[in-house]
């Protein structure tokens, strides 16, 4: 039984740059397109932290610090090998800006299933905040560090590989908090996340804890739907409480008494 791949990533991005003669000039000329200067990754369990940069490729680099077709080839590679992608925030934006600098460069798209962290904290918990870096320090795990705006500046005007360095290891760090931060809230997930036999292909029949895949799980009690009655297990290694897959009783039947309604008599006037 293998384990599913499970990758942890971010993006970080450039900004646009427009023409104006005034701050706020009407119908302002777009010079540059958003594109995007990083993306860090790590495979969920291992030790190594990647990141794949628009310096990587030196003279590519040197002529425009905008063109990203590099970093976006590369990543495609990686996130391919995927079965499940995570990111915070990512369905609506790391995943849709990632396809569109696909698009743009005329490659062809992904499939991978994916999850997102924000969507789980909404629905699951009540933080006072949902931005990552919030998150790792209420569960008191990695902490995020901070940027500057230079290094945008120095990066995209400079060529400054030294400000770059800067922006990937912000990067890299900011895929260690997600992968802390998303270890924490799984086991609290109910639904909206692929389950480890879908993830696996491992028959749905199958006893596994949807959460981890672990083997591990001790009976608790039951739980009763209109579909029958189901074991319920918490698992040792996650914590995760799930039910079985089969009900260990037949399907509910319920009977409902349905009488006739009387229509009210109307009375005359008189």
Partial sequence: MRAPKILCWDI???YYVHTSWTKWTPGMKL???KSIICIAYKWLGEKQTHVISIGDDKKR????P?????VIEKFQEVINQADLAVAHNGDKFDM???NSRLLKHGLNPILVKTYDTLKGAKRFFSFHSNRLGEIAKYL????KTRTEMSWWDDILFKNCKKSLKLMEDYCKQDVVVLEDVYKKLLPFIQTGHPTYNALTGIPKDINLCPSCGSQHFVKDGYKVLMTGKYSRYQCQDCGHKFRGKK???PELSVQVDIKPVKKP??????
């Fill in 247 to 249: 009900p260990i009783e």
């Fill in 61 to 64: 680099f040197a002529e425009d």
């Fill in 66 to 70: 905008f063109d990203d077709k590099y």
């Fill in 31 to 33: 010079v540059k397109e």
């Fill in 12 to 14: 970080e991005t450039s």
């Fill in 140 to 143: 008191g795990v990695s902490k």
């Fill in 265 to 270: 008599t109307r009375r005359r006037k008189k």
């Fill in 96 to 98: 849709k800006f990632f």
